[in-house]
C-alpha cells in the first residue's frame, strides 16, 4: 500500500473523510427473472399425464396433512379428452402409498374403464354431478378433514376475518343438510346445485368441498380452506371476532380468489411434495417438461 493510500484509509477509518460509495450491481431485467406460470400442452397425452400427476401429488399432500379418515375422502380430474369421464383415486388405498399407476379412470355411469381397483361410490355420486354441472371444472376435492368437519358440525360459513379466508367471501356456499352417506345421484345432483358457480361447499355435519380450473387450484383452496376453518375456531375460542369489511374482503377477494392465484399458491406445496416422495409418478416417472 502506498504512503497516500494509507492515508487515505487511516482518514476514512478517523471519519475525517466519507468512503466512496461502491458502485452498486445492474438490476436483474424482468426478462430474465423466472416465474412460473400454469403451462400449456400440446398434445392430449401429455395434459392427461401432466393431470394424473397433479393429483397423484394433491392426494400425497392429503396424505401428509392428515386429511384422511379411513377409506372417506376424493379428489377427481376430468379427463381432458373424455371430458365426461374422470379420474381418481382407487377405493380403500392411502393417500400416502397413492401413485399415478394407481389411479382409475370413472366414466359417467360409474364404472372403471382404466385401473385396477374400484370406485368409491361416494365419490362418483358427488364427483360426477359436480363435474356434469360445472363444464368450467377441471378438478374437484373432498375430504373429512378435522376442522373442516368442526365447522360443519356447527352449520356455519367462514367469516372475512383474515386476509387468507377473503378468497371464499361471497364464494362459497352451505350445503345446510345431512341425509347419510352420499351414495345416489339424485343426492348429488343437490350438492351440485348448492354449489352453484361458487369455488367451495361446507357440507353440513359431513366436511368441505372445493373445486378449481386445474387440479393445483382445487387442491389449494381445499388446503386453505381447511386451515381458514381452523382459524376460525381458535378466534372463536378466544373472543369475539373482528370481521374485515365487506368492501374490503370483495377487494381482497379480486386480488386473491382466482384460479391462477391459487396455482402459483399451491406450486412450492407440489414442489416439496414430487421432490421428498418421487416415487409418487409410479412406474415411468415424471413427465418430462
Known amino acids: 500500500m502506498s504512503g497516500t493510500d494509507a492515508q487515505q484509509a487511516q482518514d476514512v477509518q478517523a471519519g475525517r473523510v466519507t468512503p466512496p460509495r461502491p458502485t452498486p450491481p445492474r438490476p436483474v431485467s424482468p426478462a430474465d427473472l423466472s416465474f412460473a406460470l400454469p403451462p400449456t400442452f400440446e398434445t392430449v397425452e401429455q395434459e392427461r399425464r401432466h ?3 397433479r393429483l397423484t401429488a394433491a392426494l400425497r399432500l392429503f396424505g401428509r396433512f392428515g386429511f384422511e379418515e379411513g377409506v372417506a375422502g376424493h379428489i377427481t380430474a376430468r379427463d381432458p379428452e373424455l371430458t365426461d369421464h374422470f ?65 360443519s358440525a356447527l352449520g ?54 372445493t373445486v378449481g380450473q386445474s387440479v393445483d387450484a382445487a387442491a389449494w383452496w381445499f388446503i386453505t380452506m381447511e386451515r381458514s376453518c381452523q382459524v376460525q375456531l381458535l378466534a372463536q375460542a378466544a373472543g369475539e371476532l373482528k370481521p374485515i369489511s365487506p368492501e374490503n374482503a370483495r377487494l381482497t377477494r379480486e386480488q386473491l380468489g382466482n384460479d391462477t392465484v391459487a396455482w402459483i399458491n399451491y406450486k412450492p406445496l407440489y414442489d416439496v411434495i414430487s421432490r421428498s416422495e418421487p416415487d409418487l409418478f409410479g412406474a415411468d416417472g415424471p413427465m418430462t417438461p
Not at 379420474?87 to 374403464?113: A, C, R, Y
Not at 352420499?182 to 353440513?204: C, M, N, S
Request: with cysteine; hydrophobic share 45%; proline share 4%.
Open 87 to 151: 379420474w381418481v383415486n382407487p377405493f380403500g388405498m392411502s393417500f400416502k402409498h397413492i401413485t399415478v399407476d394407481d389411479l382409475i379412470l370413472v366414466n359417467h355411469e360409474g364404472q372403471v374403464v382404466e385401473g385396477r381397483f374400484h370406485v368409491n361410490q361416494a365419490a362418483f355420486a358427488i364427483h360426477s354431478q359436480i363435474h356434469a354441472a360445472r363444464p368450467d371444472v377441471v378438478a374437484a376435492a373432498h375430504s373429512h378433514s378435522v376442522h373442516g368437519r368442526a365447522i
Open 51 to 53: 393431470r394424473k400427476e
Open 156 to 209: 356455519i360459513r367462514l367469516e372475512p376475518i383474515t386476509q387468507d379466508v377473503c378468497p371464499f367471501y361471497e364464494d362459497h356456499e352451505l350445503f345446510d343438510d345431512y341425509a347419510g352417506v352420499v351414495l345416489d345421484a339424485e343426492e348429488g345432483r343437490r350438492i351440485a346445485e348448492t354449489l352453484g358457480p361458487r369455488k367451495a361447499l361446507i357440507l353440513r355435519n359431513h366436511g368441505l368441498l
